[in-house]
């Protein structure tokens, strides 16, 4: 079936430093991607939706300039935490569309960061 | 517009069924669907039906979609304790997935 690949499975950093999450579509190509933040007992925040070779359309209240999202071959897009604070410390989740299977949404295994 | 409210906390004795519920609000979704996420990893697609079907059985998981009353419901029969995980019920929209809350399942030996 299919798969999406999340990498780190957890990080942690420093303060400032800027840290790069990857998902990759394993067995498709992933027009769409989806990135998510989840917070601790709570359900999962959309932030924002990549198109492979477009910009990504970010959801209200989203830093753009923070979440760097990069989206630039149909098998890898890419999330990256610009100057890192505590505040950013989250479980981040990744989605890739799979438009051959019916119900079309596959989930990484998700990233655990900590800013310390 | 996207509203998806679950209830979130039961628990169930092994061998029991259970069932998690989940209304939602935009009746033009074309599918709904069950995820399951165990601590510390991303979701797992437990099952999913389609809009135009009141109910659907996969092995030991049954899903009752009510349109009228927008109510999407999962049971899980003889639930085991790998079965403890908080479940969220989705609906897709826009070419989106709008989560409810999460319902976290406990399942007591």
């Known amino acids: 079936g299919a798969v999406v690949s999340q990498h780190p499975s957890w990080v942690i950093c420093k303060s400032g430093t800027s840290v790069k999450i990857e998902c990759r579509s394993l067995?498709?190509?992933?027009?769409?991607m989806f990135w998510y933040r989840q917070f601790p007992k709570q359900s999962l925040m959309l932030m924002a939706t990549?198109?492979?070779?477009?910009?990504?359309?970010?959801e209200q209240g989203v830093e753009k300039d923070k979440f760097l999202i990069n989206h630039a071959s149909l098998t890898l897009s890419t999330l990256t935490v610009t100057s890192a604070h505590p505040e950013d410390s989250s479980f981040y989740i990744c989605s890739a569309r799979n438009r051959q299977s019916l119900y079309g949404y596959t989930f990484g295994s998700g990233t655990r960061l900590t800013v310390v | 517009g996207e509203d998806v409210e679950q209830s979130l906390f039961l628990s169930v004795r092994e061998g029991d069924s259970s069932v998690i519920n989940c209304t939602y609000t935009?009746?033009?979704?074309?599918?709904l669907y069950w995820y399951k996420q165990e601590p510390g990893a991303g979701l797992q697609l437990l099952t999913y039906i389609f809009s135009n079907m009141d109910m659907k059985q996969d092995q030991r998981l049954t899903v009752l979609l009510n349109k009228k009353d927008k109510h999407l419901s999962l049971r899980i029969a003889d639930t085991q304790t790998g079965d403890s995980a908080i479940y969220f019920c989705?609906?897709?929209?826009?070419?989106?997935?709008?989560f409810g809350k999460g319902n976290q399942v406990v399942v007591i030996p």
């Open positions: 935009d009746s033009s979704s074309t599918y």
């Open positions: 990549s198109n492979e070779g477009s910009k990504a359309t970010y």
């Open positions: 989705a609906e897709g929209l826009n070419n989106r997935l709008a």
């Open positions: 067995d498709f190509q992933a027009t769409t």
